[in-house]
């Protein structure tokens, strides 16, 4: 695959991997392997506005470019507006084409990231072949990866489109970066909040408004969340998302013990930094467990109807997956109520595993337990 191209000629290199928040996360293994390979090279990522600021910490990226799905979306919604909205999407190509990319890498594999492929003008466009993409994205990319089987984790699966590019090179260490401000923030948050004295446990127990089928429940996290107050002094701090907020106040209200919930969803980057500082990170199958993973927290992922090999953590960071197979999972049927997946799944047995991960009691009699 690498074999007709000449890697002494690249200097500028097009990511391209919109959303989401989590998916986005998983492709920094490449980003890091992509750097190492050339340092000096020109690093651009084409990514949609919901998970720019994740990247905005991240020193291997020269430049984010930021895809205006919103303004071509609301153009194409209306036929008055159609032609206008291709318009837009013709504008930011030529801004692309602008920058003469070497080389173009589709992490995302639709119709959408072919198209931004394809009108990058990159001579060289690695993505995935027909099989392993959707809606046509094959049709778009010269270089075709196939992998070897259909069910890869997304970490290794987005590295071995990039190896298509660098040569075999395993999962290279990366974290997400944060910035001043990112860590100011959170400084405020620690001395007005938190004592720092007591094991630190984040719990995200919230999706996206998209996607409910992955909760495992306000009640059983705040049935967890006492448990680990009980058993470890804990200083848990619920955290959550836009459109979140119902959710993770039902769980501190559930609570007989206190918990830290804070007035107002954090940023991107500002949860990674947050996640960064504490002990242990729990919840379920989102972006948030991916921030955490990514920035050496180690995370209890509870799923249910989504796939654990797809959805791994980063395996460079401690993480325990509980989950309970059942027939019919891994499903991720957005209008499942029955959640067979979820039951069996105790409060108890999370906070065995959290428990574990902190380093059994040694590490909370350093905490004068």
């Known amino acids: 695959m690498t074999s007709d191209i000449d890697k002494k000629e690249i200097e500028s290199i097009l990511i391209i991997r919109l959303s989401a928040i989590g998916d986005v996360i998983r492709v920094l293994p490449s980003l890091g392997l992509l750097r190492k390979r050339f340092p000096m090279a020109k690093i651009s990522w084409v990514v949609e506005e919901a998970a720019s600021d ?25 036929p008055w507006t159609f032609f206008g909205a291709v318009g837009e999407f013709v504008k930011f ?7 003469s990319f070497d080389v173009a890498l589709d992490y995302h594999g639709l119709l959408k990231s072919g198209l931004i492929s394809f009108f990058s003008g990159a001579p060289v466009r690695l993505g995935f072949a027909k099989g392993f993409s959707k809606e046509l994205n094959h049709l778009f990319n010269n270089r075709k990866i196939k992998l070897p089987v259909p069910k890869l984790s997304r970490i290794t699966r987005n590295l ?6 660098t040569g075999v090179d395993g999962v290279p260490e990366i974290h997400i970066g944060t910035t001043p401000e990112d860590r100011k923030v959170v400084d405020i948050i620690e001395a007005e909040y938190l004592s720092g004295e007591r094991p630190r446990i984040v719990v995200h127990p919230s999706t996206s408004p998209r996607t409910p089928y992955k909760r495992w429940g306000a009640e059983r996290y705040a049935a967890l969340s006492d448990i680990l107050v009980s058993r470890l002094k804990a200083e848990v701090i619920i955290t959550f998302g836009p459109g979140e907020e119902d959710t993770a106040r039902e769980v501190r209200d559930g609570m007989k013990h ?18 960064r500082r504490s002990d242990v990170y729990v919840g379920g199958d989102t972006g948030p467990m991916h ?16 796939d654990p090999i797809e959805n791994e953590p980063y395996v460079k960071t401690p993480f325990v997956m509980i989950r309970r197979p059942t027939d019919c999972s891994p499903c991720r049927k957005k209008g499942c109520t029955r959640g067979d997946c979820f039951e069996g799944i105790t409060p108890e047995e999370v906070a065995d595993e959290v428990i574990r991960l902190l380093g059994g009691y040694r590490k909370a009699i350093a905490y004068g337990i």
């Open 54 to 78: 994740i990247l905005g910490g991240m020193g291997e990226i020269d430049e984010i470019i930021v895809f205006p799905k919103k303004r071509i979306l609301r153009k194409l919604g209306r």
């Open 93 to 99: 190509s030529k801004e692309l084409r602008r920058s």
């Open 160 to 165: 071995l489109l990039t190896e298509g590019l």
């Open 258 to 275: 206190g918990a830290t919930i804070l007035d107002r969803p954090m940023r991107l980057r500002e949860l990674a930094e947050l996640y």
């Open 291 to 306: 921030i955490a993973s990514f920035v050496g927290t180690p995370v209890v992922a509870i799923f249910g109807p989504t």
